[in-house]
């Protein structure tokens, strides 16, 4: 037997991306967290709504990403393996979501 044999490359990459999504929407809430422990509110409506339209363009997002490798691969013939290839874009999608929604939620503050 071989390491290979053990070594499975979607469950290392799905868990490493698991892993860093929660990481990451744990330092982009740390405001909101330590102001939750001191008995604050700070979800307003225009947070809420930065958040929102994230949403909508990290959908747009991932519908256009997909169609786009869809189109790559059947016309320059790369045969991505689509299992693969949507764990990546989807996870990929989910950070622009969290990105962009932080960076509207800033974008108000100023």
Do not use: H
């Not at 698991?18 to 307003?44: C, H, M, P, W």
């Not at 320059?76 to 989910?94: D, R």
């Amino acid at each position: 037997m071989q390491i290979s044999d053990y070594f499975y490359p979607e469950t290392t990459i799905t868990s490493f991306m698991l892993g860093s999504y929660v990481l990451l929407n744990a330092y982009f809430r740390r405001k909101k967290i330590t102001a939750e422990l001191e008995g604050q509110i700070i979800a307003d409506e225009r947070s809420k709504r930065a958040f929102e339209k994230a949403g909508f363009f990290s959908f747009f997002l991932l519908i256009a990403v997909l169609m786009i490798s869809g189109l790559a691969n059947s016309a320059f013939k790369l045969e991505l393996e689509y299992t693969m290839t949507i764990n990546v874009i989807l996870f990929a999608c989910v950070f622009s979501w969290m990105f962009i929604g932080n960076y509207l939620d800033k974008k108000g503050d100023a």
